[in-house]
């Protein structure tokens, strides 16, 4: 019960990051009985999607949602002062963890070399790279190894995030709503942003008190 009180919230974020798992695997066929296969259920997508095209859809989906999230836990602390690191890295996770099954559907189904023939392609390639070392070092043991430069490592989510919008809009896929959501955040990062609103909350709960 102790250690439900102190990380409910990681455990929150990693049982929604993995719900959606529950619709994959209504959409594949994973057979043991001679050896192992792995099948696509014709006739299993929604929304007139095929059900690779489904597939697609709900892994990129929950990846770019799951950054995005992220991306947004600054400007929360900005403007309330709510702040809970490993929530974060719980976050970080869901997004390298979805980022990966989309990137790994895409090679079972189009072949690695496939990445490499459109800009699209290749920008989510660049972002899947960018997220292994990100991924691999979201933990407390990483924080205490690289001390300072963990910080560092973790500002490869920018151009992680401009990469993954890049891949999105020439896919002319619902990019919209998740650059506006990245953009406001970008903007709270500003200094004088940043110190005006930080100011703003201090005052306010000042007064409260």
């Not at 892994?59 to 002062?81: D, H, K, N, Q, Y």
């Not at 990019?175 to 970008?186: C, D, K, R, T």
Request: aromatic share 16%; charged share 15%.
């Amino acid at each position: 019960m102790q250690f439900i009180k102190k990380n409910y919230g990681w455990i929150l974020v990693s049982l929604l990051a993995s719900l959606p798992l529950l619709v994959i695997f209504k959409m594949v066929d994973i057979n043991f009985s001679n050896g192992f296969s792995l099948n696509l259920i014709e006739g299993a997508g929604a929304e007139g999607k095929t059900t690779l095209e489904m597939l697609y859809h709900v892994s990129g989906e929950f990846a770019i949602r799951w950054m995005t999230a992220v991306l947004t836990c600054t400007p929360f602390f900005i403007l309330f002062g709510v702040h809970n690191l490993y929530v974060r890295q719980a976050m970080g996770i869901a997004t390298a963890v979805w980022s990966f099954i989309h990137f790994i559907i895409f090679i079972l189904a189009e072949g690695f070399l496939e990445t490499f023939t459109q800009v699209n392609y290749i920008a989510g390639f660049i972002a899947i790279i960018f997220l292994i070392p990100l991924f691999f070092t979201s933990n407390k043991g990483s924080m205490r190894f690289l001390k300072s430069n963990w910080k560092k490592l973790q500002s490869f989510v920018y151009p992680i995030i401009l990469l993954s919008l890049l891949h999105i809009v020439l896919l002319d896929k619902t990019w919209l709503i998740y650059a506006i959501v990245v953009g406001l955040g970008m903007m709270l990062r500003i200094p004088f942003v940043k110190k005006y609103f930080i100011q703003r909350r201090k005052k306010r709960k000042t007064i409260k008190s």
